[in-house]
């Protein structure tokens, strides 16, 4: 099995910054990409970054500009540096990782992004 703990969560002003990070443990040989999701009471969970073992990146058009994904294969560790927050990235923010013949989740950390 494959474990995903989130952490950095928390309230932030609008224009301000978190950082979130996801550490993997367990069969972390069972992932290579990992990637953010969020959500919103009472909306479909979205997709908002990826990165592959490799290092290559996407973000959602919704971010660009202002968040970035990273990670430390050291670390088995990845990163959602968010800046410029704006009271519509308040969510759930779910760390991912597809795995051969399952999708393992992280817990979910709150981001609130106050007006």
């Known amino acids: 099995q494959v474990q995903l703990v989130e952490s950095g969560g928390g309230l932030v002003q609008a224009g301000g910054s978190l950082r979130l990070s996801c550490a993997a443990s367990g069969s972390i040989f069972r992932i290579n990409d990992m990637g953010w999701y969020r959500q919103v009471p009472g909306k479909a969970r979205e997709w908002v970054a990826g990165?592959?073992?490799?290092?290559?990146?996407t973000l959602a058009d919704s971010v660009k500009g202002r968040f970035t994904i990273s990670r430390d294969n050291a670390k088995n560790t990845v990163y959602l540096q968010m800046n410029s927050l704006k009271p519509e990235d308040t969510a759930v923010y779910y760390c991912?990782?597809?795995?051969?013949?399952?999708?393992?989740w992280g817990q979910g950390t709150q981001v609130t992004v106050s007006s």
């Open positions: 991912f990782a597809p795995g051969a013949t399952r999708n393992y």
């Open positions: 990165i592959t073992s490799g290092g290559m990146t």
